[in-house]
């Protein structure tokens, strides 16, 4: 998976509140409103606003996403990452 960054607005995830300024995308294209993002800290999912902000999903957008297997794919990609970082931190 090869991924291009954007800068973005700053901004924090709405559930760990992990401050970011840039996203990636799976193309060229910036990310835009209504667009999917998951955290680089907790994995969840995130969707920009129309500021580029992020917030919470709403239950069908949870939905929705949770069941694309790209977004399955880096969460998993994102916490498996976190776990070993965390695991050679503790060596």
Request: glycine residues 6%.
């Amino acid at each position: 998976m090869k991924l291009k960054e954007h800068d973005m607005p700053a901004s924090k995830c709405p559930h760990c509140g992990t401050r970011f300024d840039r996203a990636s995308s799976l193309d060229d294209e910036a990310p835009g409103p209504g667009d999917v993002t998951v955290c680089i800290r907790c994995a969840k999912i995130c969707i920009f606003n129309e500021d580029l902000t992020v917030r919470k999903p709403t239950g069908p957008e949870l939905f929705r996403f949770t069941t694309d297997p790209r977004v399955m794919e880096l969460q998993m990609f994102i916490a498996d990452t976190a776990g070993r970082v965390e695991a050679k931190q503790n060596e």
